[in-house]
């Protein structure tokens, strides 16, 4: 316990190195994949969900819960490896791995300054755009499978709480007083519904963090996944246990920071 305190997981030796120094060295590749993932799965969802609701019955409603059930039903590693064969396989546009060996050469040189470890915000801060192109082509997919298989959850979920929400006497009653749909929809009943959709969202982002495992070791993409997948086929005990322990402290942390936002979501929970 004492160890654990001080950051001190023991040797890797997957990683060959301690597991703190590898989680931070993989910690950037893993959360940039994930960030690029959580936009379209929190973002797309909500927008979809509140457009299938305001639509109901109608054809929009349809085809979007057809898609939500379809990607919810679809396993990771099959998704990816449909995507690996359509968009690599057949036509070479979309490669695995996180940068192609030319891009790999330039940002592991010493002009390259690495900032964050995030070749995308390096490239920026570089100046280099012919990196930022390479490191954004090879997350397209990854992205896209990690995020196709989270966002129907949310798309569901807050098509449902926005149904509810417009049955709402306070919704007829903002309708009654000649208020534009447009503002009845987004400031009166899209605001409630968000309230169970942001706690499930909130954890989601952070469960992303533990789908990388599947999507990383299919796209090779090397982060924390692809190193805790590693670490599970060699029986490396310290770095599976300091993985599971990173994930458990961030989930704590965005559970922390949903309850936070809650407060702005609603403001009688201020008053509670």
Do not use: C
């Not at 926005?162 to 534009?180: F, H, I, N, P």
């Amino acid at each position: 316990m004492n160890e654990l305190l001080h950051g001190n997981f023991g040797w890797s030796e997957s990683a060959r190195q301690p597991v703190m120094q590898a989680i931070g060295r993989l910690l950037p590749a893993s959360a940039e994949l994930t960030l690029y993932a959580a936009f379209p799965v929190v973002f797309l969802g909500i927008w979809l969900g509140k457009v299938s609701a305001v639509h109901q019955d109608k054809s929009i409603d349809h085809l979007t819960r057809v898609s939500a059930i379809v990607g919810w039903s679809f396993p990771t590693f099959v998704f990816g490896i449909l995507m690996l064969m359509l968009f690599y396989g057949m036509h070479r546009w979309l490669p695995p791995g996180r940068l192609s060996l030319w891009a790999s050469r330039i940002v592991y040189s010493g002009a390259f300054t690495s900032y964050t470890g995030m070749h995308t915000v390096d490239a920026v801060l570089n100046g280099n755009l012919a990196v930022l192109g390479d490191a954004l082509r090879h997350l397209v997919l990854p992205v896209i499978t990690l995020a196709y298989v989270s966002w129907a959850l949310i798309l569901r979920l807050m098509r449902s709480s926005m149904l509810e929400a417009l049955r709402q006497d306070y919704v007829v009653t903002a309708r009654s007083k000649g208020l534009k749909e447009r503002v009845v929809i987004n400031k009166h009943a899209q605001r409630n519904a968000l309230l169970p959709v942001t706690t499930v969202a909130g954890l989601m982002v952070a469960n992303l963090m533990n789908g990388v495992v599947v999507t990383e070791t299919v796209f090779n993409f090397r982060g924390l996944g692809a190193f805790a997948a590693t670490a599970a086929v060699q029986l490396d005990m310290p770095s599976i246990l300091g993985f599971s322990l990173f994930n458990g402290v961030l989930l704590v942390v965005t559970n922390l920071i949903v309850d936070i936002l809650y407060a702005w979501f609603d403001p009688r929970v201020q008053l509670s």
